[in-house]
């Protein structure tokens, strides 16, 4: 199961990570109006694509402008009659990493009490997948002045009990 976080297109018909540019602070400008699109080695290459063997997926440089459709995708999960933001655990394939910002629930369910980057504390637990009641893809607008595609889901079921 793959937990996503993140923002993302529609491109070949292919749903591909859209990240930031990385130019080591060569070029500012290009930094700011390029991102990399990357999708999974599963799909094969498509003309344009090179595989990064680090990662394992094919990638392409590609500039913000030439976007044609984005959205931003939070996976959640239902846990003991709460919800909660599911985090990338990357240990084995029988857990999850649930976070939630109620303080009063995290603390009762035992979680690790963390901080955000600016000082604000949520609390976050490992949880068995098999305890989880149903987790799903929230997908909305993302930062980028173009639509979200016309057939995306905006809530896709990964797991139900």
């Known amino acids: 199961m793959t937990i996503r976080i993140g923002t993302y297109t529609l491109y070949e018909n292919i749903e591909m990570a859209i990240n930031e540019y990385y130019g080591h602070g060569l070029d500012q400008e290009l930094e700011k109006n390029h991102r990399v699109l990357s999708y999974s080695k599963d799909y094969g290459q498509l003309s344009g694509f090179a595989l990064d063997e680090v990662s394992n997926r094919y990638r392409k440089d590609i500039l913000i402008k030439d976007l044609k459709n984005a959205f931003f995708v939070t996976t959640k999960a239902k846990y003991k009659g709460g919800i909660f933001v599911v985090e990338p655990y990357h240990g084995d394939e029988i857990h999850l990493h649930l ?9 009762k369910l035992n979680f690790y009490e963390l901080h955000d980057g600016i000082g604000n504390p949520y609390y976050l637990g490992e949880i068995r997948i098999s305890e989880v009641e149903k987790i799903w893809e929230e997908r909305q607008k993302s930062v980028y002045d173009v639509p979200i595609p016309e057939n995306i889901e905006l809530l896709k079921v990964i797991k139900t009990a």
């Open 99 to 107: 976070a939630t910002k109620d303080l009063e629930l995290g603390k």
